[in-house]
């Protein structure tokens, strides 16, 4: 008789059971849903370029640039016959030797490139060169009217990883007798930084006397992050335009060094920081 009536008190609490098993799961999912959704949920992510540029250092930089600006047919100034010419664009799978300047589509976030980013981003660099007594005071900031900005890839073509994305920037000066008194003529520029790697201008200064070529190296060695720099030795007295100019060596990659070369023209009164030839 008492096992009779246990029977009757687990009937019902094996139906319980038997309905949680079958009407919980779906009722649990519902409240967990009412706090989801229709509500605006916000998280933290990484974005940015990162992911798919290795990072190198400011010495890797300027060499593989510097490897680069050597591989193309340019010349180092304006006082030069040849006009500068552009970088061929082609695709990656075309490219050959080690090095190579490639045009680039895309800024560093993957997003359509504006001239005017360019153009702002080298009067950010003029203005902090000139904080630091590397570029005169006199120098003109850019307009968006008188230059142009391209995008380029620097790239070691056998280890694309190693690439520094830079604008190149030019004084558009096809006018008869464009004044280009305390002008920029052409700079290059990094996209990341803003930092100015090479310049040509145009400068109230009047004698290479009045340059204190060790002096500025160092302030711009310090200013892109790079070690100290030493003198070249045997520097060929023909190896630039120009009598006014001064040589000095960094370290490179791979036990490589970057030569780098601050100069001058009399007479245009033109200042040069150059890592090319």
Known sequence: MRIKKMSLLLLPLAALIAGLAIWGPEALAKYRDKGILNEIKTQEAETGTAGYRYDMSSNEKIYILSKCLNSQIQPESEQNAKIREDSMNLDYQELTGN???????KDPAGGEISEEEGI??????IRKLKELDILPDS???LTQRSYSAAMYSA???PEPRNN???WKISLNSGKQNFNKENCLLDAYVDADTGKMYEFYVRTDISRWEDIDADALI???AEYM?????EEYEG???????TPYFKKYVFTGMEERNTIVTVGFYEGINELFLKISR
């Open 99 to 105: 090095y190579a300047m490639v045009v680039s589509r």
């Open 120 to 125: 702002e981003l080298c009067n950010q660099g």
């Open 235 to 241: 520097t060929n007295p023909l190896s630039e335009t």
């Open 155 to 157: 790239i070691d073509v």
């Open 218 to 220: 160092a302030a711009w």
């Open 225 to 229: 992050g790079l070690d100290q720099p």
């Open 139 to 141: 120098v003109n900031e």
């Open 164 to 166: 520094v994305l830079v």
